[in-house]
Protein backbone atom coordinates (compact mmCIF):
# COMPACT_ATOMS: atom_id res chain seq x y z
CA UNK A 1 0.00 0.00 0.00
CA UNK A 2 1.06 3.27 -1.06
CA UNK A 3 1.36 5.68 2.21
CA UNK A 4 -0.40 9.08 0.65
CA UNK A 5 -0.09 11.17 4.38
CA UNK A 6 1.00 10.99 7.65
CA UNK A 7 -0.89 10.08 10.66
CA UNK A 8 0.01 12.26 12.82
CA UNK A 9 -1.78 11.31 16.37
CA UNK A 10 0.03 8.06 16.27
CA UNK A 11 3.55 9.98 15.27
CA UNK A 12 2.89 11.70 18.05
CA UNK A 13 2.48 9.09 20.39
CA UNK A 14 5.97 8.01 19.31
CA UNK A 15 7.42 11.18 21.32
CA UNK A 16 6.91 10.79 24.75
CA UNK A 17 7.92 14.82 25.63
CA UNK A 18 4.76 15.70 23.87
CA UNK A 19 2.36 14.61 26.58
CA UNK A 20 3.53 16.55 28.98
CA UNK A 21 2.37 19.69 30.63
CA UNK A 22 4.20 23.08 31.03
CA UNK A 23 3.47 25.69 33.34
CA UNK A 24 0.50 23.84 33.33
CA UNK A 25 -0.89 24.01 29.86
CA UNK A 26 0.22 21.47 27.40
CA UNK A 27 3.66 21.80 26.03
CA UNK A 28 3.20 23.13 22.46
CA UNK A 29 6.85 22.63 21.10
CA UNK A 30 7.70 24.51 18.39
CA UNK A 31 11.63 25.47 18.85
CA UNK A 32 12.58 22.36 16.71
CA UNK A 33 15.14 24.25 14.80
CA UNK A 34 17.01 24.15 17.95
CA UNK A 35 16.47 20.70 18.66
CA UNK A 36 13.96 18.11 17.74
CA UNK A 37 12.11 15.82 20.10
CA UNK A 38 13.07 11.92 20.51
CA UNK A 39 10.97 8.92 19.80
CA UNK A 40 10.59 6.43 21.76
CA UNK A 41 12.47 3.72 19.21
CA UNK A 42 15.77 6.16 19.46
CA UNK A 43 15.31 6.50 23.46
CA UNK A 44 14.89 2.59 23.24
CA UNK A 45 18.22 2.15 21.61
CA UNK A 46 20.01 4.31 23.95
CA UNK A 47 18.38 2.43 27.02
CA UNK A 48 19.58 -1.09 24.96
CA UNK A 49 23.11 0.02 24.63
CA UNK A 50 23.95 0.74 28.28
CA UNK A 51 22.33 -2.26 29.65
CA UNK A 52 23.27 -4.47 27.03
CA UNK A 53 26.81 -4.00 25.24
CA UNK A 54 28.05 -0.83 26.57
CA UNK A 55 31.89 -1.29 25.65
CA UNK A 56 34.46 0.90 23.62
CA UNK A 57 35.02 0.49 19.85
CA UNK A 58 37.93 -0.99 17.58
CA UNK A 59 40.18 -2.77 20.20
CA UNK A 60 38.80 -5.11 22.07
CA UNK A 61 39.04 -8.60 21.15
CA UNK A 62 35.76 -9.56 23.59
CA UNK A 63 32.19 -9.82 22.54
CA UNK A 64 30.52 -6.40 23.99
CA UNK A 65 33.07 -5.12 22.42
CA UNK A 66 32.56 -6.77 18.63
CA UNK A 67 29.13 -6.26 18.93
CA UNK A 68 29.00 -2.26 19.95
CA UNK A 69 32.04 -2.04 17.21
CA UNK A 70 29.65 -3.81 14.25
CA UNK A 71 26.90 -1.82 15.65
CA UNK A 72 28.71 1.79 15.61
CA UNK A 73 29.92 0.44 12.05
CA UNK A 74 26.37 -0.10 10.75
CA UNK A 75 24.96 3.30 11.89
CA UNK A 76 27.57 4.67 10.08
CA UNK A 77 26.84 2.65 6.93
CA UNK A 78 22.97 4.12 7.48
CA UNK A 79 24.12 7.53 7.14
CA UNK A 80 25.95 6.36 4.06
CA UNK A 81 22.97 5.36 2.34
CA UNK A 82 20.47 7.39 3.69
CA UNK A 83 22.71 10.57 2.41
CA UNK A 84 23.72 8.66 -0.42
CA UNK A 85 27.70 8.93 0.15
CA UNK A 86 29.73 6.58 -2.46
CA UNK A 87 31.46 5.40 0.65
CA UNK A 88 31.10 4.75 4.63
CA UNK A 89 34.54 6.26 5.12
CA UNK A 90 33.68 9.08 3.76
CA UNK A 91 31.02 9.59 6.94
CA UNK A 92 33.21 10.56 10.03
CA UNK A 93 31.40 10.56 13.10
CA UNK A 94 32.20 14.34 15.11
CA UNK A 95 30.15 15.91 18.05
CA UNK A 96 28.05 18.04 15.53
CA UNK A 97 28.11 20.55 12.89
CA UNK A 98 29.75 23.04 14.85
CA UNK A 99 32.96 20.38 15.20
CA UNK A 100 32.62 19.20 11.51
CA UNK A 101 33.20 22.47 10.08
CA UNK A 102 36.06 23.42 12.63
CA UNK A 103 37.55 20.29 11.15
CA UNK A 104 37.96 21.21 7.62
CA UNK A 105 38.56 24.91 8.63
CA UNK A 106 41.44 23.71 10.19
CA UNK A 107 42.82 21.44 7.82
CA UNK A 108 42.74 24.15 4.97
CA UNK A 109 45.28 25.95 6.99
CA UNK A 110 48.04 24.93 4.83
CA UNK A 111 46.27 24.62 2.02
CA UNK A 112 45.56 28.12 1.29
CA UNK A 113 47.71 31.18 0.82
CA UNK A 114 47.93 34.90 1.37
CA UNK A 115 45.25 36.51 -0.84
CA UNK A 116 43.39 33.27 -1.47
CA UNK A 117 39.82 34.28 -1.21
CA UNK A 118 36.90 31.96 0.82
CA UNK A 119 33.22 32.98 0.59
CA UNK A 120 30.54 33.21 2.80
CA UNK A 121 27.07 33.19 2.28
CA UNK A 122 25.13 36.44 4.43
CA UNK A 123 22.57 34.17 6.30
CA UNK A 124 24.99 31.79 7.78
CA UNK A 125 25.43 30.38 11.65
CA UNK A 126 27.69 31.64 13.83
CA UNK A 127 29.11 27.92 13.42
CA UNK A 128 29.53 28.80 9.97
CA UNK A 129 31.12 31.82 10.17
CA UNK A 130 33.92 31.90 12.90
CA UNK A 131 35.95 29.36 12.03
CA UNK A 132 36.43 30.76 8.90
CA UNK A 133 37.64 34.03 9.90
CA UNK A 134 40.12 32.04 12.54
CA UNK A 135 41.43 30.33 9.29
CA UNK A 136 41.64 33.36 7.44
CA UNK A 137 43.63 34.88 10.26
CA UNK A 138 46.12 31.81 10.38
CA UNK A 139 46.38 31.85 6.45
CA UNK A 140 45.59 35.30 5.36
CA UNK A 141 43.05 34.34 3.26
CA UNK A 142 40.40 36.95 2.87
CA UNK A 143 36.47 36.12 3.82
CA UNK A 144 34.10 37.99 1.19
CA UNK A 145 30.36 37.44 1.89
CA UNK A 146 27.78 36.55 -0.48
CA UNK A 147 24.60 39.24 -0.07
CA UNK A 148 21.31 38.65 0.57
CA UNK A 149 18.10 40.18 -0.66
CA UNK A 150 15.02 41.50 1.60
CA UNK A 151 13.04 38.54 1.37
CA UNK A 152 16.69 36.53 2.59
CA UNK A 153 17.38 35.17 -0.79
CA UNK A 154 20.95 34.76 -1.93
CA UNK A 155 21.77 37.00 -4.51
CA UNK A 156 23.11 34.32 -7.13
CA UNK A 157 23.89 36.60 -9.85
CA UNK A 158 26.26 38.65 -7.49
CA UNK A 159 27.59 34.92 -6.28
CA UNK A 160 28.54 34.34 -10.02
CA UNK A 161 30.27 37.44 -10.27
CA UNK A 162 32.79 37.06 -7.12
CA UNK A 163 33.63 33.36 -8.12
CA UNK A 164 37.35 33.69 -9.48
CA UNK A 165 40.43 31.87 -10.06
CA UNK A 166 41.49 33.54 -6.58
CA UNK A 167 38.26 31.53 -4.64
CA UNK A 168 39.40 28.58 -3.28
CA UNK A 169 35.93 27.97 -0.80
CA UNK A 170 32.79 28.57 -0.34
CA UNK A 171 30.67 27.85 2.45
CA UNK A 172 26.88 28.21 2.67
CA UNK A 173 24.00 26.87 4.53
CA UNK A 174 21.95 24.45 2.69
CA UNK A 175 18.79 25.98 4.90
CA UNK A 176 19.02 28.58 6.81
CA UNK A 177 17.88 28.45 10.63
CA UNK A 178 17.07 32.26 10.95
CA UNK A 179 14.86 32.36 7.95
CA UNK A 180 14.04 28.89 6.82
CA UNK A 181 15.70 29.53 3.49
CA UNK A 182 16.05 27.10 1.55
CA UNK A 183 19.73 27.85 -0.65
CA UNK A 184 20.07 26.41 -4.66
CA UNK A 185 23.34 24.79 -3.56
CA UNK A 186 23.15 22.32 -6.51
CA UNK A 187 24.08 25.70 -8.63
CA UNK A 188 26.39 26.95 -6.24
CA UNK A 189 28.09 23.87 -6.32
CA UNK A 190 28.57 23.43 -9.81
CA UNK A 191 29.76 27.19 -10.18
CA UNK A 192 32.39 26.78 -7.52
CA UNK A 193 33.37 24.25 -9.22
CA UNK A 194 33.90 25.96 -12.93
CA UNK A 195 36.35 27.59 -11.11
CA UNK A 196 38.16 24.74 -9.17
CA UNK A 197 36.85 26.17 -5.52
CA UNK A 198 35.73 23.32 -3.00
CA UNK A 199 32.56 24.15 -1.46
CA UNK A 200 31.46 22.91 2.34
CA UNK A 201 27.19 22.96 2.42
CA UNK A 202 26.13 22.88 6.38
CA UNK A 203 23.40 20.76 6.28
CA UNK A 204 22.32 20.93 9.55
CA UNK A 205 18.92 22.27 8.92
CA UNK A 206 18.38 21.08 6.11
CA UNK A 207 18.87 16.82 6.92
CA UNK A 208 15.70 16.98 9.58
CA UNK A 209 13.60 18.21 6.23
CA UNK A 210 14.79 17.36 2.84
CA UNK A 211 16.17 14.12 1.02
CA UNK A 212 19.38 14.82 -0.02
CA UNK A 213 21.88 13.03 -2.54
CA UNK A 214 25.24 13.70 -1.80
CA UNK A 215 26.36 12.40 -4.93
CA UNK A 216 23.82 14.19 -7.00
CA UNK A 217 24.55 17.48 -5.08
CA UNK A 218 28.65 16.58 -5.89
CA UNK A 219 29.46 18.62 -2.91
CA UNK A 220 32.75 18.70 -1.48
CA UNK A 221 32.15 18.04 2.26
CA UNK A 222 28.70 18.30 4.52
CA UNK A 223 27.61 18.32 7.38
CA UNK A 224 24.56 17.29 9.64
CA UNK A 225 23.81 17.25 13.17
CA UNK A 226 21.77 14.19 15.14
CA UNK A 227 20.21 16.18 17.56
CA UNK A 228 17.83 18.45 14.93
CA UNK A 229 17.18 14.77 13.29
CA UNK A 230 15.32 13.23 16.39
CA UNK A 231 18.57 11.77 17.82
CA UNK A 232 20.42 12.63 20.46
CA UNK A 233 23.01 15.55 21.22
CA UNK A 234 26.83 15.36 21.14
CA UNK A 235 27.02 13.53 17.81
CA UNK A 236 26.68 14.25 13.90
CA UNK A 237 28.82 13.62 10.92
CA UNK A 238 31.23 15.43 8.64
CA UNK A 239 31.09 13.98 4.98
CA UNK A 240 33.82 14.60 2.48
CA UNK A 241 35.34 13.23 -0.57
CA UNK A 242 37.66 10.58 -0.16
CA UNK A 243 40.05 12.78 -1.95
CA UNK A 244 39.43 15.82 0.01
CA UNK A 245 39.83 13.73 3.40
CA UNK A 246 42.60 11.93 2.17
CA UNK A 247 44.54 15.54 1.34
CA UNK A 248 43.48 17.57 5.05
CA UNK A 249 45.53 16.78 7.82
CA UNK A 250 44.10 15.22 10.95
CA UNK A 251 42.01 17.96 13.19
CA UNK A 252 43.09 16.06 16.36
CA UNK A 253 45.81 13.65 17.68
CA UNK A 254 45.34 10.80 19.98
CA UNK A 255 44.00 7.19 20.16
CA UNK A 256 42.19 5.48 16.93
CA UNK A 257 43.76 7.99 14.20
CA UNK A 258 46.95 6.54 14.17
CA UNK A 259 48.59 3.33 12.53
CA UNK A 260 52.25 3.36 14.38
CA UNK A 261 53.28 6.26 17.13
CA UNK A 262 57.22 6.60 18.37
CA UNK A 263 58.91 9.10 19.75
CA UNK A 264 60.09 10.48 16.94
CA UNK A 265 57.37 10.28 14.75
CA UNK A 266 53.69 9.02 14.28
CA UNK A 267 52.11 8.01 11.35
CA UNK A 268 47.69 7.84 10.60
CA UNK A 269 45.18 5.40 10.12
CA UNK A 270 43.26 5.38 7.04
CA UNK A 271 39.65 6.68 6.84
CA UNK A 272 37.53 7.05 8.36
CA UNK A 273 39.61 6.94 12.15
CA UNK A 274 42.26 9.63 10.60
CA UNK A 275 39.53 11.98 12.12
CA UNK A 276 37.74 9.95 15.15
CA UNK A 277 40.86 10.53 17.66
CA UNK A 278 39.83 9.41 20.97
CA UNK A 279 36.61 7.17 22.20
CA UNK A 280 33.94 8.68 20.60
CA UNK A 281 30.50 9.08 21.23
CA UNK A 282 29.56 4.87 20.36
CA UNK A 283 25.83 5.40 21.81
CA UNK A 284 25.29 8.29 19.98
CA UNK A 285 26.25 7.37 16.77
CA UNK A 286 24.37 4.35 17.32
CA UNK A 287 21.31 6.09 18.18
CA UNK A 288 21.92 8.57 14.97
CA UNK A 289 21.41 5.59 12.84
CA UNK A 290 18.36 4.79 14.67
CA UNK A 291 16.93 8.40 14.02
CA UNK A 292 17.50 7.58 10.77
CA UNK A 293 15.85 4.42 10.92
CA UNK A 294 13.11 6.45 12.27
CA UNK A 295 12.73 9.27 9.76
CA UNK A 296 12.55 7.22 6.75
CA UNK A 297 9.87 4.50 8.19
CA UNK A 298 7.86 8.13 8.69
CA UNK A 299 9.17 9.43 5.29
CA UNK A 300 11.12 12.27 4.53
CA UNK A 301 8.75 12.96 1.41
CA UNK A 302 5.99 12.85 3.44
CA UNK A 303 7.33 15.09 6.25
CA UNK A 304 8.64 17.78 3.49
CA UNK A 305 5.10 17.79 2.23
CA UNK A 306 3.27 18.29 5.63
CA UNK A 307 5.81 20.78 7.08
CA UNK A 308 4.89 22.86 3.92
CA UNK A 309 1.58 22.70 4.34
CA UNK A 310 1.85 23.78 8.21
CA UNK A 311 4.13 26.41 6.64
CA UNK A 312 1.60 27.88 4.91
CA UNK A 313 -1.27 27.54 7.18
CA UNK A 314 0.66 29.25 10.36
CA UNK A 315 2.18 32.08 7.72
CA UNK A 316 -1.27 32.94 6.66
CA UNK A 317 -2.14 32.69 10.46
CA UNK A 318 0.64 34.76 12.01
CA UNK A 319 -0.13 37.51 8.84
CA UNK A 320 -3.49 37.70 10.53
CA UNK A 321 -2.20 39.57 13.06
CA UNK A 322 -1.93 43.17 13.66
CA UNK A 323 1.59 45.10 13.28
CA UNK A 324 3.19 41.17 12.51
CA UNK A 325 6.22 41.13 10.37
CA UNK A 326 8.01 37.99 8.86
CA UNK A 327 11.54 37.59 8.22
CA UNK A 328 12.22 35.57 5.44
CA UNK A 329 9.79 35.13 2.59
CA UNK A 330 11.99 33.12 -0.24
CA UNK A 331 10.14 31.33 -2.35
CA UNK A 332 11.64 27.92 -1.03
CA UNK A 333 11.42 27.89 2.67
CA UNK A 334 11.21 25.05 5.72
CA UNK A 335 9.22 25.08 7.81
CA UNK A 336 10.76 28.07 10.20
CA UNK A 337 8.97 31.54 10.88
CA UNK A 338 11.05 34.47 12.39
CA UNK A 339 9.04 37.38 13.44
CA UNK A 340 8.35 40.51 15.34
CA UNK A 341 5.33 42.97 16.33
CA UNK A 342 6.03 46.79 16.20
CA UNK A 343 6.93 47.97 19.39
CA UNK A 344 7.41 44.97 20.84
CA UNK A 345 10.48 43.19 21.76
CA UNK A 346 10.63 39.63 20.81
CA UNK A 347 11.89 38.04 24.22
CA UNK A 348 8.83 39.20 25.92
CA UNK A 349 6.50 37.46 23.45
CA UNK A 350 8.64 34.12 23.93
CA UNK A 351 8.02 34.90 27.71
CA UNK A 352 4.26 35.27 27.29
CA UNK A 353 4.34 32.07 25.27
CA UNK A 354 6.04 30.28 27.23
CA UNK A 355 3.59 31.18 29.97
CA UNK A 356 1.09 29.56 27.94
CA UNK A 357 3.58 25.71 27.64
CA UNK A 358 4.59 27.07 24.14
CA UNK A 359 8.12 27.10 23.12
CA UNK A 360 9.56 29.27 20.76
CA UNK A 361 13.19 30.83 20.77
CA UNK A 362 13.82 34.46 20.63
CA UNK A 363 17.49 36.34 20.18
CA UNK A 364 19.61 36.34 17.21
CA UNK A 365 19.51 32.56 16.69
CA UNK A 366 23.17 31.98 16.55
CA UNK A 367 22.93 34.82 13.11
CA UNK A 368 23.60 38.13 14.44
CA UNK A 369 24.66 39.21 10.63
CA UNK A 370 21.32 38.24 9.64
CA UNK A 371 19.69 40.65 12.47
CA UNK A 372 21.81 43.05 11.40
CA UNK A 373 20.90 42.98 7.90
CA UNK A 374 16.77 43.54 9.02
CA UNK A 375 18.55 46.06 11.65
CA UNK A 376 16.59 44.11 14.32
CA UNK A 377 18.12 42.92 17.62
CA UNK A 378 16.09 39.37 16.89
CA UNK A 379 13.40 37.46 16.44
CA UNK A 380 10.67 34.95 17.94
CA UNK A 381 11.01 31.92 16.13
CA UNK A 382 8.45 29.67 15.34
CA UNK A 383 9.91 26.37 13.93
CA UNK A 384 7.96 23.75 12.84
CA UNK A 385 7.90 19.34 12.52
CA UNK A 386 6.27 16.94 11.76
CA UNK A 387 4.78 16.29 15.03
CA UNK A 388 3.36 19.67 15.59
CA UNK A 389 -0.47 20.08 14.30
CA UNK A 390 -2.82 22.74 12.88
CA UNK A 391 -4.43 23.21 16.23
CA UNK A 392 -0.73 24.08 17.75
CA UNK A 393 -0.39 26.55 15.10
CA UNK A 394 -3.99 27.83 16.16
CA UNK A 395 -2.62 27.45 20.05
CA UNK A 396 0.00 29.83 19.14
CA UNK A 397 -1.43 32.23 16.95
CA UNK A 398 -3.94 32.80 19.91
CA UNK A 399 -1.01 33.18 22.54
CA UNK A 400 0.44 36.15 19.91
CA UNK A 401 -2.58 37.27 20.00
CA UNK A 402 -2.13 37.55 23.40
CA UNK A 403 1.20 39.07 24.03
CA UNK A 404 0.15 41.78 21.40
CA UNK A 405 -2.92 42.76 23.48
CA UNK A 406 -1.42 42.76 27.18
CA UNK A 407 2.39 44.38 25.40
CA UNK A 408 0.87 46.91 22.73
C1 LIG B 1 22.15 24.10 14.57
C2 LIG B 1 22.93 24.64 13.44
C3 LIG B 1 24.32 24.64 13.47
C4 LIG B 1 25.12 24.17 14.67
O1 LIG B 1 24.89 22.85 14.93
P1 LIG B 1 25.46 22.16 16.27
O2 LIG B 1 24.68 20.90 16.36
O3 LIG B 1 25.13 23.12 17.39
O4 LIG B 1 26.91 21.98 16.10
C5 LIG B 1 24.99 25.10 12.37
N1 LIG B 1 24.33 25.55 11.29
C6 LIG B 1 22.99 25.56 11.22
C7 LIG B 1 22.31 26.06 9.99
C8 LIG B 1 22.25 25.12 12.30
O5 LIG B 1 20.91 25.14 12.25
Not at 175 to 187: D, F, Q, W, Y
Not at 277 to 289: E, L, S
Amino acid sequence: MIQTALDIEAIRKDFPILKREVNGKPLVYLDNAATSQTPQQVIDVIVDYYQNYNANIHRGVHSLSQEATDKYELARQKIQRHFNAAKSKEIIFTSGTTHAINLVANGFTSLLEKGDEVLVSAMEHHSNIVPWQMLCERSGAVLKVIPMNNEGELRIDLYREMLTSKTKLVFCNHVSNALGTINPVKEMIAAAHNIGAAVLIDGAQAAPHIKTDLQELDVDFYTASAHKMCGPTGVGILYGKEEWLNTLPPYQGGGEMIEEVTFEKSTYAGLPHKFEAGTPNICGGIAFGAAIDYLNSVGLDLIEKYEHELLEYATEQLLSIEGLKIYGTAKQKTSVISFNIQGIHPYDIGAILDKLGIAVRTGHHCAQPVMDFFSIPGTVRASFSFYNTKDEVDSLVAGVNKARQMLV
